[in-house]
């Protein structure tokens, strides 16, 4: 057994990565905070009640907002650092597909997920998966809603705020508040699959520990991730 380890990720993207994840869980608990409709809020209003008793309405978008902040500020300096990196080769990354071969992928990974191998045949298919990137397409079918709709949801943020302090034309300010809502919710419902397939699916181990120590075994990238694989040998030689 070849237990060789490989570097996956630099310790800039895990940083970020974790830090996205921390703010996300943030944002999310003051935003639910924030909900006054009781007919838009998924929880109940038993969580916008006790937060907004614990520390006042006025200060909770407060913190909200300062969560924001924080979260758009560390995006743009690791992106500032190396844009190059993480900006123009990971957006490329994700971007990257080949519609036959990853439609394929697809396909096969749910049905092995929810039916089982055995499915497959009766579809007349192996259960071979097609060879993978640095990222297979369940994972970039995440990282692109994930990415883009984490523009979204900081561009209609501040607008929001700036509208606290300025005027801000009325239509504007309602699309966004719109917007905000249903992309948070878009991207929530794809971070519940991201977080399962990543944290809990016993096969994707080593790619979750690889989110902390950077490196991963070179035999479960040669199997998940082999056009990845090959292209870093290639560049080695
Ligand atoms: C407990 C929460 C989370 C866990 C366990 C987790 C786990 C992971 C793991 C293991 C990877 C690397 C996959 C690989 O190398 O093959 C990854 C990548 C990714 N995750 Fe998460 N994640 C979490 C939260 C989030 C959140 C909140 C977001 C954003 C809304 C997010 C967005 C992404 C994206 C865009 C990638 C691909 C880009 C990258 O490598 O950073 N994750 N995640």
């Known amino acids: ?25 943030l944002l999310l608990v003051t935003g639910l905070g924030l909900i006054k409709n009781p007919a838009l809020t998924p929880v109940g209003m038993w969580w916008p009640n006790t937060l907004q008793n614990l520390v006042g309405g006025g200060e909770l978008l407060f913190i909200h907002v300062t969560i924001g902040i924080i979260w758009i500020v560390g995006y743009l300096v690791f992106i500032l650092m190396n844009p190059k990196e993480h900006l123009f080769k990971y957006t490329r990354e994700i971007l990257t597909v080949s519609p036959v071969r990853d439609l394929l992928w697809l396909f096969k990974k749910m049905v092995i997920l929810t039916l089982g191998e055995q499915m497959l045949k009766r579809f007349g298919m192996d259960s071979q998966l097609p060879e993978q990137g640095f990222y297979n397409f369940g994972q970039k079918f995440f990282a692109v809603p994930a990415t883009f709709g984490g523009v979204v949801i900081a561009v209609t943020g501040i607008i929001m705020t700036l509208s606290k302090f300025m005027y801000v034309n009325t239509a504007l300010v309602q699309w966004s508040i719109l917007i905000h809502f249903v992309v948070v919710g878009l991207v929530f419902a794809g971070l519940l699959i991201h977080i399962y397939m990543a944290a809990l699916l016993k096969e994707e181990r080593p790619a979750f520990f690889s989110m902390f120590t950077g490196m991963i075994p070179e035999s479960f990238v040669k199997h998940h991730n082999k056009l990845w694989y090959e292209e870093q040998m290639e560049l080695k030689r």
């Open 1 to 25: 057994m070849n237990n060789k380890m490989i570097q996956r990720h630099i310790k800039p993207a895990i940083f970020i990565h974790w830090f996205n994840a921390a703010c996300w869980l």
